[in-house]
């Protein structure tokens, strides 16, 4: 089957405009502003890629908020029936703009949810900066980094990277090689991954032949290249993002070897970008492993067809789903608190995303269940991207897929649960 990858079609109906680097999301999204002495709104904040080498996540990020807030505010919150008064922030794919988005939303806007972010570097940034030692709840939408698992407090709606790590190696070893050159992304990502690969691959009886770090957007990556083909390895793995990959793919090409080696990759070698800028079959034949959405479950299903009335798309991506499920779990735990405070949503998210409750699929369906400053384990949110059940390291549920390159498109398979 196939994923679309929400590039931007300016024929499709707009979203969070992104001229400037913020937006609020208010009018849009039905809200009456942001009178504090009135019960109307209630402001959480997003830290977004909508730029840098993170940002083709933070394009289908966007389209997942969105479809939150229009249903979220078509109920309302709590005792007032209060919307959300949403405002984005870019962190350009950085660490320490990330950490300069979050500081705006948290002292100068006084959220008490923020919804970020997409790299893990940047979410670990912000936790460690801004959020940690306040009352501010963070959720990341996107992060997998299996060192987020350290910082309990800073919940992720993505599953821990770790799990994906070790079935890459699997998948390696499964494919008939016992030896490995890897690279990998030099930040918390790509480090924290590229230690989970090796250490599986090695417990499976497999030597990695180089452990390369690269940098990000550097203009050439001629020399992580040579290294990888000096090991004389038959495959080699890829920790990176889009626009690496793509420099690193025509380097393979320059030098006439991609049909000599076995390319594998995750998650954030899927973009259309990478297509679009390197030669027809350059790469096909690559094999990887991603995060899924559940597309068996009724909630997958219904969440899709929703995002096909929407836009002018073939198929929702799971980032897509992570970002609804992120602002609907905040929705809904603001709700069960009946409070629009820190300490008091932080008191009852866990609860709202495990059993023993009623399995709900978004607000609508909470409101009926459970009322204002009620049980917080009535309800049980099973999301867009399938159950959440956040565990004591902030960690959800999560399914992958396996998925390959033929004839130049992604093609994908066999799921992981």
Known sequence: MSRETDSHDPSRRDVLTATGAAVTVGALAGCVGDDSDTPDTFQIGAVDSRTGSLSPFGDRNERGFQMALDEINEVGIGTGDAEIDFQVEDSQSIPQDGIEAAQTLVDQEDVPVLIGAVGSGVSMGIHDSVVQGTDVVQISQNSTGAVLADRPELLRISPNGAGKGAELASLI??????ELA????????????????????????????????????????????????????EAMLFLTYAAEFTNMINELVERGVTDEVQIFGAESTIAEEILENTPTGSHDGMIGITESAPVELETYQAFEDRFLDTYDVEEPTVWAAYAYDAVMVSAIAAHVADEFEGPAISDVVREVTNPPGEEVAGLAEAKEVVDPGGDP??????????????????????????YRVEDHEYVFGDYIV
């Open 173 to 178: 070893d499964d494919e008939g090689f016992d």
């Open 182 to 233: 890897l690279t990998y992304v030099n930040n918390d990502y790509g480090v924290s991954l590229s230690e989970v690969v090796v250490e599986e691959f090695e417990g499976l009886g497999g030597e990695i032949t180089a452990e390369i770090a690269h940098e990000e957007e550097e203009s050439t990556y001629s020399g992580v290249v040579s290294e990888l083909i000096d090991t004389g390895s």
């Open 377 to 402: 384990d009535a309800v049980n949110y099973t999301g867009a991207s399938g159950p959440i059940e956040l565990d004591e390291n902030g960690d959800p549920e999560g399914a992958y897929q396996i």
